[in-house]
């Protein structure tokens, strides 16, 4: 089971830290990635990282902003959302992924949690 959490409002250039917390059974040798959804769009990928926080990659439009990073002892893994612009408004969802690849697809996760929403005004 994921639980997702720290979505909120902000004005922005403002910043938010997004928590996804896991059992131990859950998190351990997986991978794990946000993906998010905002209304009249389909889900898209936003951040993946490798089960040991060693690799990550990122879309192109969140790069340099968002930093995605994993804690093992607490079985979380973070999004921070830093200089956030009014269309990073979504509801924002981690996902875990078995394995690793540099292709991604929303249908590589196999457990996904059940999202947070951001929402960032202008």
């Known amino acids: 089971q994921l639980q997702a959490s720290g979505g909120g409002f902000t004005q922005a250039g403002g910043s938010l830290r997004l928590v996804c917390v896991a059992s131990a059974r859950t998190f351990g040798s997986y991978g794990m990635g946000w993906f998010r959804q905002s209304p009249q769009k389909e889900r898209e990928f936003v951040a993946q990282?490798?089960?040991?926080?060693?690799?990550?990659v990122y879309a192109d439009f969140v790069k340099g902003r968002f930093t995605i990073a994993r804690d093992g002892a607490k079985n979380t893994v973070y999004l921070q959302m830093n200089s956030v612009k009014p269309e990073d408004t979504a509801v924002y969802y981690c996902a875990r992924r078995p394995g690793w690849s540099m292709e991604i697809s929303a249908s590589d996760f196999d457990l996904w949690g059940q999202g947070t929403l951001v929402t960032v005004s202008s």
């Open positions: 990282i490798s089960w040991n926080g060693g690799r990550a």
